[in-house]
């Protein structure tokens, strides 16, 4: 029951979500009462800030808002982690479950499924749309399989690098430039501070170690759209070596603060919030929301952002990249009507009211120039954030990813035991897991 | 019985009781508990009391979050199918366990041990081992996440037991009558309808109890069989989401596991010496 | 499920009478078969016939989302299985589950069946208080304790903190390494399936003939003498059975863990990880090998018992 999170975040998004009264937006049909020619659609989604609420700010709102006289969504909510809500989702969808409409799917197995030709093609009128330029490209990287686009970007989610400014000036360390991870390490050493990452044994770890690894210019895998006879990893590599040495010193140091094993977002993020142990976080946007609302942090305007630390020094970061794409179901009885509803539900408009409903960064990069979107995410996270996300690197997109991923959390922890031998023998492990060597 | 035994022992036993009888409704008292704790005070020491026991004020949010609040279409449905699913599939099994269990005890025929050898050892065949071959044949012809979809692999686990328990009890049965009634000229069938069942309806009741606990159990194959249209209640207590992405469905799960666990809670009030006799028949016959 | 027993023998008699009614046992063969063979045939569908799939699909390595990519391997999966350390880890945490359960339900059950078999005054109420347990879902009983030990809503490190004087850290983590974490998942299933043990052992020892205990009293023999010498060697059929059951079931362990820490901090069981496999990484093949290996495992068990302890199973329950 992996279902620990702060109540303070809770209460965060749920103040967010009295600002929706702040954006107006028009829903994209007139919700009339079920007619006798209206289609029933069901949305499988992610738990989100909004719970099952139609009023919630979350994926509910939109199902009600994007229902018209042709058809109504109906929601299906699914378990909490990503892990789970693959379980479930790919039991229908080997089934042929034909209720299986619209879903909400985690870049984490959105290949797997696309592989397994679970997905209804996009309509071309939509591909084409995706790949004009209005979406974040780490987005339409996440939502293409063998060169083909297999979902709609909904939201994208990346991460940034929190920081104090005091301690950042303490340090003597200039923030307006790009920072390394060796740099913020050593200021976090010399002001007795912690820096907030997430290493426990789930799917966030792997999110860091993917982009310290990418930070490096390299990639955990070479050719992600191979099958698990021919593909190739990249782990075992300067870059591998590179981000396990990161990792090991974060330990070594202490600067990962005394549960650094059981770090998730959550932990890291009230690691962060402690006065005597706040320093650096890398963590996803909702941390502003949560930061910023009462009772809010005292040193609110000490809280700084800027871009992900830098795996080696000069080379671009890469942060990681997360959110959902929508997808269709092969055996769905209503496809046309249900990307018609994901049209609806990813129209920019709506991907806004998302935004500060839930505090889920969008795909669509016009929204961020919205004045409301500005307003909630002040001081030029908003701009930050689409930043970030154009550079972003997505997670391998193999169909083994889920096996590649939990393959990597366990050899790589617990962190202080990573040493410079470990991306190779993760590496050989990851091989034999996928040619059913090994268990997993 | 026992007369012999001096007041003191007597006294000594019934103290005896007191920590087995805690022991035994702890846990349970617990979980009821925790059920009438609003959200806050599921994470607050100080808003309860006997050591975070018990709530000092009692809150009945996490019933309404299960009957008309958000988690309302998860659980009455799921109530719904543990009903239907577990009575189907224990009167299925019943009825034709009885038929099984008469002619092994009653009949000659060659066979009746590689019967009960068979329901011996499926019974403790992994279940978890039986899920994929079954998940794979239902999806193929559609039986994936459906009532009989389920009804079926119950019978897995209902059908051996009830076999064994019935051939324990029909072994009880004062048969001379049985005889008496053929030697007045009836056949086996008229034998049995007319003197055998009624004889044996209190043994076929106790084995329909066991049966339904064990239905009524079971989670590996809700869990793997169903998605939503015929999910039962411990699989869907496993996937209980709270209010939102960042509430704990700690009271919501509590709440409906009250609430399916008080028909056995009656069940075994009511009929407690039909179960133990059931659950030991075996065993006790000498 | 102690009835397992006793029905076999009981044809034999009537045999030798009707020897000679040859149309008759002709008639009673086929009615026999008649009202028998619908459960048998069902039995066998909903049970050996996935068996059998089971085996076969254990040699291929077959993955549910690449199903182009099926081939066969014959004994490939295996190899791989028995020389995998993960798989010899959820084996030796199955069987700690296993042991540790066992003695603690046998010492409980004994403990519990002993005073109920004397017991006057609360009787009834005992009997039926310790079927509740028995009949509670386990997966209810898993959340049950679950909560009760958690560091943030549970009551039992407030206790234990109160009975140790404050010695006892109100913020441990039972969750947080693997022995705490199966001493917890023990608890439960030993609340569980305790009552179930002890009224077996409690219809053990309503067959131990009290004159027998009386006579040994006279005798001079203590308590302990006339239990374990009298008491235990007369119930000892009984006891097997139980012990057997208890063992066949452990072994299948999976709602617990499962509800409680979902395997994490190396407490996967047998059967998670047959569902690990199979369920969430869709590697139908390696899946099915291991549950086959888990099958063959509760097979082993049970030909241990039954020719090692020489535990009858057709014929155990009356002497």
């Known amino acids: 029951m992996k279902r620990l999170r702060s109540r303070r975040r809770a209460t965060a998004l749920a103040v967010s979500v009295s600002m929706l009264a702040s954006v107006g937006i028009a829903a994209c049909g007139s919700s009339s009462g079920g007619g006798a020619g209206q289609a029933s659609l069901t949305w499988f989604i992610n738990p989100d800030g909004g719970g099952s609420n139609p009023k919630g700010g979350g994926q509910a709102q939109l199902a009600a808002e994007c229902s018209t006289s042709k058809y109504k969504i109906n929601i299906q909510l699914l378990p909490n982690s990503a892990s789970d809500q693959q379980t479930q989702l790919l039991r229908r969808l080997a089934a042929g479950d034909s209720s299986v409409d619209l879903m909400s799917v985690d870049p984490a197995y959105v290949t797997q499924f696309a592989a397994a030709n679970y997905f209804a093609p996009v309509p071309a009128a939509m591909v084409k749309q995706i790949k004009s330029g209005g979406t974040v490209q780490s987005s339409v990287t996440a939502s293409t399989y063998n060169g083909k686009i297999i979902a709609v970007p909904f939201w994208a989610n990346t991460q940034v690098l929190w920081y104090r400014k005091s301690v950042a000036k303490k340090a003597g360390l200039d923030m307006s430039k790009p920072v390394t991870w060796d740099q913020i390490i050593a200021a976090a050493q010399k002001t007795h501070t912690d820096i907030g990452v997430q290493a426990a044994l789930y799917e966030g770890y792997s999110v860091w170690i993917n982009a310290l690894v990418a930070g490096a210019g390299g990639s955990i895998v070479d050719n992600p759209n191979a099958d698990y006879q021919h593909i190739k990893m990249g782990l075992n590599s300067a870059a591998g070596r590179t981000a396990a040495q990161i990792i090991r010193k974060v330990s070594d140091t202490g600067v990962g603060g005394p549960a650094l094993s059981s770090s998730e977002e959550t932990q890291a993020l009230n690691l962060f919030q402690a006065a005597s142990s706040s320093g650096f976080l890398v963590n996803w946007p909702y941390v502003w929301a949560a930061l910023n609302t009462p009772p809010k942090v005292p040193w609110i305007n000490d809280v700084g952002w800027t871009e992900y630390p830098e795996s080696v020094a000069g080379q671009p970061a890469r942060p990681p990249f997360g959110g959902i794409e929508l997808a269709v179901g092969r055996s769905s009885a209503h496809v046309g009507l249900a990307y018609q509803a994901a049209q609806c539900i990813t129209s920019p408009s709506h991907q806004a009211q998302y935004m500060i409903g839930t505090g889920n960064p969008a795909a669509a990069k016009s929204v961020y120039n919205e004045p409301a979107i500005k307003k909630a995410f002040p001081g030029g996270l908003a701009a930050l954030i689409v930043q970030s996300l154009d550079k972003a690197a997505t997670r391998p997109l193999s169909p083994y990813w889920g096996d590649i991923s939990t393959a990597l959390q366990q050899r790589f922890s617990p962190p202080n035991n990573v040493t410079s031998k470990t991306p190779a023998t993760t590496q050989q492990f990851v091989l034999k897991v996928l040619n059913g060597k090994a268990l997993l | 019985m026992d007369d012999n035994l001096s007041t003191k022992v007597k006294s000594w036993l019934g103290v005896a009781a007191i920590p087995i009888i805690l022991w035994t409704c702890v846990p349970l008292l617990f979980i009821l508990a925790e059920s009438l704790k609003s959200t806050t005070a599921l994470g607050d020491p100080t808003q309860n009391t006997f050591g975070n026991f018990w709530p000092k004020d009692i809150s009945w949010a996490n019933y309404q979050l299960i009957f008309t609040g958000g988690a309302k279409d998860l659980f009455l449905p799921a109530l719904w199918h543990s009903v239907v699913v577990c009575l189907a599939s224990t009167v299925i099994s019943v009825v034709l366990a009885m038929f099984c269990a008469y002619a092994i005890s009653r009949l000659d025929f060659p066979g009746k041990k590689v019967i009960l050898t068979t329901a011996l050892a499926v019974s403790f065949f992994p279940v978890i081992a039986m899920v994929t071959p079954i998940f794979n044949l239902w999806r193929q012809i559609g039986l994936f996440d459906t009532i009989p979809g389920l009804i079926i692999p119950y019978l897995a686990l209902t059908l051996p037991l009830s076999i064994w328990i019935l051939s324990a009890f029909f072994q009880q049965i004062p048969w001379e009558m049985e005889q008496a009634a053929q030697v007045d000229g009836a056949t086996h069938w008229q034998a049995f309808v007319k003197v055998v069942a009624p004889l044996a309806a209190p043994g076929v009741f106790t084995t329909a109890i066991i049966a339904f606990f064990t239905a009524w159990n079971d989670f590996v194959f809700s869990l793997n069989l169903t998605a939503q249209n015929a999910r039962t209640v411990p699989a869907a207590l496993a996937f209980f989401t709270g209010a939102s992405q960042f509430t704990q469905p700690t009271g919501a799960i509590c709440a409906a596991a009250v609430v399916v666990t008080i028909p056995v809670v009656i069940l075994v009030l009511v009929f407690q010496k039909r179960i133990v006799a059931g659950l030991t028949s075996g065993a006790v016959k000498g | 499920m102690s009835a397992a027993v006793e029905t076999a023998k009981h044809a034999s008699p009537q045999k030798r009478q009707r020897a000679h009614l040859t149309d008759r046992a002709k008639a009673e063969r086929s009615l026999g078969w008649k009202l028998a063979g619908p459960a048998f045939v069902v039995m066998l569908f909903v049970t050996l016939w996935p068996i059998a799939d089971a085996v076969w699909l254990s040699l291929f390595n077959y993955r549910l989302t690449d199903p182009a990519g099926k081939t066969f391997v014959w004994f490939q999966n295996y190899i791989t299985a028995l020389s995998d350390p993960l798989f010899w880890q959820t084996f030796v945490t199955t069987f700690a589950i296993v042991i540790f359960t066992l003695i603690f339900e046998l010492i409980f059950g004994m403990a519990l069946a002993m005073v109920m078999h004397k017991i006057v005054i609360p009787r009834k109420t005992l009997r ?192």
């Open chain 3, 128 to 319: 039926t208080i310790v079927l509740i347990p028995y009949s509670i879902i386990t997966v209810v009983s898993a959340f049950a304790w679950t909560y009760a030990v958690s560091v943030s809503s549970g009551f039992m490190n407030y206790w234990l903190h109160f009975i140790t004087a404050g010695g006892f850290p109100l913020d441990y983590d039972w969750f947080g390494g693997r022995w705490s974490s199966l001493f917890i998942i023990c608890l439960s299933e030993i609340w569980k399936t305790t009552p179930f043990m002890s009224l077996l052992l409690l219809a053990g020892l309503a067959q131990v003939d009290s004159s027998m205990e009386e006579a040994a009293q006279v005798d001079g023999a203590t308590w302990w003498q006339r239990f374990y010498k009298v008491v235990l060697p007369n119930m000892k059929a009984a006891l097997m059975v139980a012990v057997l059951f208890r063992t066949l079931d452990a072994i299948r362990i999976y709602d617990n863990p499962y509800v409680m820490t979902g395997g994490a901090h190396e407490t996967t069981t047998l059967s998670m990880l047959v569902s690990n496999e199979t369920i969430t990484r869709v590697e139908i093949g390696m899946g099915s090998c291991l549950s086959v290996i888990l099958f063959i495992i509760v097979l082993i068990v049970a030909a241990i018992f039954v020719r090692g302890f020489k535990v009858d199973l057709t014929s155990s329950g009356g002497n």
